[in-house]
């Protein structure tokens, strides 16, 4: 049974580009959150996604969105790139209320 | 949604049991309290979840006291490989699993 698998997991980006991160779910599970975690502190929520709507989101600017495919799947797009956008970007699924997340490895983002 | 404070960093020896607190004043009446362990460059991984009493799982136990105001997780006799950032997390189940993470407790298992 496959966990949540992200895509790339590591990736360079120039200032004022453009970076579209991806996840999949783990099997069975419909909802997906996405959070960045900066060297050294806890994961921040940045939103989440049920029935290909964003439901939830944290306090991040419009330069990140996101979206989620019929089959549960989802992106993380952010754009005009800024070099504080350098961290690591966690996916992570649920199914609905229940308990716990389960998250992937990650994708880790260089800005330079 | 509830904060929680933990102890920044904690040291123990392989063998000891360790225990973290959190506090959460301002805990709700239909929030849960979760824990997760993390290592470096990877994701956060579920370890335990309950809402009063105790819970015990076959890697650890949760203590949350009758005013629910905060919780310890108890790992039994630590080794080298439960060196890690630990969190602790309150938020509502029925909010589709919004959680916000505090910055976590850094466990250190010495030989």
């Known amino acids: 049974d496959a966990g949540v698998t992200q895509s790339p997991t590591h990736l360079i980006k120039t200032r004022g580009q453009q970076v579209t991160l991806r996840c999949s779910p783990k099997s069975g599970h419909d909802t997906v959150s996405w959070y960045q975690q900066a060297l050294g502190q806890g994961p921040q929520f940045i939103f989440q996604?049920?029935?290909?709507?964003?439901?939830q989101r944290g306090n991040f600017p419009d330069r990140f969105s996101g979206h989620q495919f019929p089959n549960y799947s989802s992106e993380l797009n952010v754009n005009a790139l800024l070099l504080g956008d350098s961290a690591l970007y966690l996916c992570a699924s649920s199914f609905r209320d229940s308990p716990g997340y389960t998250f992937g490895s990650g994708t880790r983002l260089t800005v330079v | 949604l509830a904060k929680t404070t933990q102890p920044i960093s904690m040291d123990s020896y392989e063998g000891q049991e360790v225990n973290i607190t959190c506090s959460h004043n301002?805990?709700?009446?239909?929030?849960?309290i979760t824990w997760y362990q993390q290592f470096p460059s990877q994701g956060p991984r579920f370890i335990i979840q309950?809402?009063?009493t105790k819970v015990t799982n076959e890697v650890a136990s949760l203590f949350i006291p009758a005013d629910r105001k905060s919780s310890t997780l108890s790992l039994p006799r630590v080794s080298l490989s439960d060196t890690a950032v630990y969190y602790c997390?309150?938020?509502?189940?029925?909010?589709?699993?919004?959680?916000?993470f505090g910055s976590g407790t850094k466990l250190n298992v010495k030989p």
């Open positions: 997390l309150v938020g509502d189940l029925g909010n589709f699993n919004k959680f916000y």
């Open positions: 309950g809402y009063k």
């Open positions: 301002n805990i709700a009446t239909n929030d849960y």
């Open positions: 996604y049920y029935e290909e709507e964003e439901r």
